[in-house]
């Protein structure tokens, strides 16, 4: 016991232990969520954004999870002497406690009891003048638009994955120490929103022969889940409100910031992306506000935190 303490004084910072403390918390939250649904509203839910992970074993996760313990602490036990391969080490223990972490809570909050909240957001947008039925005929009618937002709004996965990567192989610690906080961060706030205020999405509400088969599935499995009917497919996705599409293109855009050759393209291209959710009709416009200002909130903390942490990391060595 007294070794681990020794590490945690001596090796960690403020970025890592709040890295942990997050990843803690929202495996935990999510799991209670889960348990919850089990125990009280038995909500017939699928595993969702993970569609190979029903076919590992117990012993292949247990495995795995102890890879992911090591790629962490090892990075974090390695820093000063091995600067360079420490960070890709841990960053590749980032990448993995992050990912489960995203995946036990998004599941645990599909079980949401609450009552949509999909009305309101339409009379905000009729505020602001927005019609995303007529958005979306103007989108269709133009199809080499249409064609430009369907590939920016389809890239972001590939983005989640990539950009965070090249992070971790170019050795960029404090790119990959604020947008994981920021990612982590945003994520409990944004699905916390939802739990207690949920959405359908835009293709609940609106009638348009433009809606695509995964955006119908979006809004019918919260209508499947919430009526005990059992679904099977995992297509489209689950939040509208706050839009983590907006949210995650912020946060990859920021951490490009560093470097202006990169920083321009991929800002370009996720504001693109940012436009395409609501002209595709996969959110409403107060979705955008809303993850534009949880996109900011999350950066903010993350950037507090990594400036105490080197503070404090420069004065202890």
Not at 40 to 48: G, K
Not at 131 to 141: I, S
Not at 170 to 191: E, H, R, V
Not at 246 to 270: D, G, Q, S
């Amino acid at each position: 016991m007294q070794s681990i303490f020794y590490f945690f004084k001596n090796y960690t910072t403020l970025l890592d232990r709040v890295f942990m403390m997050l990843v803690a918390f929202g495996l935990l939250s999510g799991t209670t969520l889960i348990m919850l649904n089990q125990i009280d509203f038995h909500f017939p839910t699928i595993l969702l954004f993970a569609t190979h992970i029903s076919s590992l074993s117990w012993l292949q996760g247990v495995l795995l999870m102890i890879l992911g313990f090591v790629f962490l602490f090892y990075g974090i036990y390695s820093r000063r002497t091995s600067p360079r391969s420490s960070t890709f080490i841990w960053g590749l223990g980032l990448l993995f406690w992050c990912l489960l972490t995203n995946l036990i809570f998004v599941n645990g909050v599909q079980s949401t009891p609450f009552s949509p909240i999909d009305p309101l957001l339409v009379k905000i947008d009729r505020l602001f003048g927005i019609n995303t039925p007529a958005l979306m005929t103007w989108t269709h009618n133009h199809p080499f638009v249409h064609s430009i937002f369907h590939f920016t709004y389809e890239s972001l996965v590939f983005e989640l994955l990539g950009i965070p990567i090249l992070l971790t192989i170019f050795g960029a610690q404090k790119q990959l120490g604020i947008f994981y906080i920021a990612q982590l961060s945003s994520l409990f706030i944004g699905n916390f929103i939802y739990y207690f205020y949920p959405t359908m999405a835009p293709s609940g509400v609106f009638h348009s022969p433009y809606f695509t088969a995964a955006q119908h599935d979006t809004s019918l499995r919260f209508y499947d889940v919430h009526h005990y009917i059992k679904f099977t497919t995992t297509e489209g996705g689950l939040i509208a409100f706050p839009s983590f599409h907006v949210v995650w293109a912020i946060l990859l855009t920021n951490c490009c910031r560093a470097k202006k050759i990169f920083f321009y393209p991929v800002a370009i291209f996720n504001i693109v992306l940012i436009i395409s959710t609501v002209f595709l009709g996969w959110h409403y416009f107060t979705d955008v506000i809303g993850g534009i200002v949880l996109a900011i909130i999350a950066i903010m903390f993350a950037n507090w935190v990594y400036s105490a942490s080197f503070h404090h990391f420069q004065r202890r060595t």
